[in-house]
């Protein structure tokens, strides 16, 4: 009587304009982190395996919805960030329910939309069009990091490909970092302070994959001590608190 239904339908709706649109997609990208919620509850008694098929049932109906809906399909033809959260959404509720094949044809998805985002210099032309640019670019660079993380499950390397026009992780990662250890100043537009928190989870997988060992002090400063150092050392397997 009370469950969510398995579809996006009404999401971002706009009065007097549109009951829902393609771009509300984005609104459930948290749903990755309850997976991993799921992933780690997985043998407690406190959820049981009927609730444990019902959840890979709405998952494998709602990946549906995703994929052959009016507003699923507006949002997986976009061109920025908000097609990089749809296809983590998806790679990630692909594996959930066991649907290895599909799972490994949204990396290769992932792969297109880095050599069509990016440009040769590293870096992502819409999203530095945005007026809080820093935001976004980080914003693009998160779910891109997440889709590789996931794609080590079909034994698929994201972390370390280049395109065929020579774009890459790495490229974009080590372009952005010297910003975000506030080495260089930001020359985009940024009409609002930009919140260094959100690039701790880049700053620590940036740190084990592309052996910057100044991302993981910053990590640390950054956070202080706050407790959000054990969720991040949790789902990175990384002790970040630790010298």
Same mark, same amino acid.
């Given at each position: 009587?009370?469950?969510?239904?398995?579809?996006?339908?009404?999401? @971002?709706?706009?009065?007097?304009?549109?009951?829902?649109?393609?771009?509300?997609?984005?609104?459930?990208?948290?749903?990755?982190?309850?997976?991993?919620?799921?992933?780690?509850?997985?043998?407690?008694?406190?959820?049981?395996?009927?609730?444990?098929?019902?959840?890979?049932?709405?998952?494998?109906?709602?990946?549906?919805?995703?994929?052959?809906?009016?507003?699923?399909?507006?949002?997986?033809?976009?061109?920025?960030?908000?097609?990089?959260?749809?296809?983590?959404?998806?790679?990630?509720?692909?594996?959930?329910?066991? @649907?290895?094949?599909?799972?490994?044809?949204?990396?290769?998805?992932?792969?297109?939309?880095?050599?069509? @985002?990016?440009?040769?210099?590293?870096?992502?032309?819409?999203?530095?069009?945005?007026?809080?640019?820093?935001?976004?670019?980080?914003?693009?660079?998160?779910?891109?990091?997440?889709?590789?993380?996931?794609?080590?499950?079909?034994?698929?390397?994201?972390?370390?490909?280049?395109?065929?026009?020579?774009?890459?992780?790495?490229?974009?990662?080590?372009?952005?970092?010297?910003?975000?250890?506030?080495?260089?100043?930001?020359?985009?537009?940024?009409?609002?302070?930009?919140?260094?928190?959100?690039?701790?989870?880049?700053?620590?997988?940036?740190?084990?994959?592309?052996?910057?060992? @100044?991302?993981?002090?910053?990590?640390?400063?950054?956070?202080?001590?706050?407790?959000?150092?054990?969720?991040?050392?949790?789902?990175?397997?990384?002790?970040?608190?630790?010298?």
């Amino acid at each position: 009587a009370t469950k969510m239904n398995p579809n996006l339908d009404f999401a @971002q709706a706009v009065k007097g304009r549109t009951t829902g649109r393609g771009y509300g997609l984005i609104d459930t990208r948290h749903f990755v982190k309850l997976i991993d919620g799921i992933g780690l509850l997985h043998k407690s008694p406190d959820l049981s395996t009927k609730e444990q098929d019902g959840l890979q049932q709405w998952f494998t109906a709602f990946l549906n919805w995703m994929q052959t809906s009016k507003n699923g399909v507006e949002e997986m033809n976009t061109t920025n960030n908000h097609a990089v959260w749809y296809d983590l959404q998806r790679l990630c509720f692909a594996l959930y329910t066991g @649907q290895t094949e599909l799972a490994k044809k949204v990396v290769v998805s992932a792969r297109e939309r880095l050599e069509n @985002q990016m440009n040769d210099a590293g870096d992502f032309p819409r999203e530095l069009q945005r007026t809080i640019s820093l935001h976004y670019t980080v914003f693009i660079l998160d779910p891109f990091f997440t889709i590789a993380q996931l794609a080590e499950n079909v034994d698929m390397d994201l972390w370390n490909h280049t395109t065929p026009g020579g774009k890459s992780l790495q490229k974009g990662f080590n372009v952005l970092v010297p910003f975000l250890l506030k080495e260089k100043k930001w020359e985009y537009p940024q009409i609002l302070p930009f919140s260094y928190e959100e690039a701790v989870p880049l700053l620590v997988k940036g740190a084990e994959r592309y052996d910057c060992t @100044q991302c993981k002090t910053a990590a640390r400063d950054i956070l202080g001590t706050k407790a959000e150092y054990e969720r991040l050392s949790l789902v990175t397997g990384i002790n970040i608190a630790a010298n």
